[in-house]
């Protein structure tokens, strides 16, 4: 199905019946990568899953947008839905919108479930020849097309598997991943319910205790053995938690 949002024709999947629930997936994938908590939900709450502009069969956005564009088109989206009070389950990217739109428009979220949650820039010790590998790539970015050339053979070396996977969409990744989302957090008001990996590698259990710490109304729960998809790699304990939470029926 698709709704037309905020200059946008965006690609979204519905079933079940209920109390609405919507998915926000994370980077690089789409709505399917919720597709069997998706069908679980589906028997005892209306669920619906987008694919974010940029990703699965939504087109990506014609201008570089970060998570306030994002987070104003889940709005937009829930305006042409009808729906003005929602609980939402954010994975990773997904979660920075999620906490975005709870910051700006508070009175659409029930609840927030946020998984493997990304918005938290913490610094750690880079390599000396990292660093001096990404102070050439800044410096030849600034002398030409050649020198452009030669920071984009730096910065494939150097960059993160989503930075070279990102493609067209690199823009929007550069900008997404340098904001960082903490000053926000003791702004949220809404409920809030962290549930992360043990192992999750790609935002790891101390991010997860200090967006613990900076929300005002939150809980943590780990669950032992998954990672950054709680919610496939240990699927029987990631529902558990979530009928808990959003007191499934």
Not at 157 to 178: E, Q
Not at 206 to 219: C, F, P, V
């Amino acid at each position: 199905m698709w709704v037309h949002a905020g200059g946008q024709k965006v690609y979204y999947e519905q079933a079940g019946n209920g109390e609405p629930v919507l998915l926000l997936h994370g980077w690089g994938v789409s709505s399917e990568s919720f597709r069997p908590l998706f069908m679980r939900l589906a028997r005892q709450c209306e669920v619906r899953a987008i694919d974010f502009p940029g990703f699965g069969q939504t087109e990506k956005p014609e201008a570089v947008w970060g998570t306030e564009e994002y987070a104003e088109l889940v709005k937009t989206i829930l305006d042409a839905w009808g729906l003005k009070k929602i609980d939402i389950i954010g994975h990773s990217f997904g979660a920075r919108v999620a906490l975005r739109l709870a910051h700006r428009y508070p009175a659409y979220v029930n609840t927030l479930v946020l998984t493997g949650a990304a918005g938290l820039r913490i610094q750690k010790p880079a390599p000396l020849l990292r660093k001096l590998l990404v102070k050439a790539g800044k410096f030849f970015g600034n002398i030409g097309a050649p020198g452009r050339m030669i920071k984009e053979t730096i910065y494939k070396k150097i960059g993160s598997a989503d930075y070279l996977a990102a493609g067209a969409m690199r823009p929007i990744f550069v900008k997404v991943v340098n904001e960082d989302m903490r000053n926000i957090l003791p702004a949220v008001t809404r409920p809030v319910h962290l549930i992360w990996g043990e192992n999750d590698r790609d935002t790891t259990l101390e991010a997860a205790e200090i967006m613990h710490a900076g929300l005002k109304n939150s809980t943590l729960a780990v669950i032992p053995g998954a990672g950054h998809y709680p919610f496939l790699d240990k699927p029987e304990e990631f529902y558990c938690l979530l009928e808990k939470v959003l007191e499934i029926k």
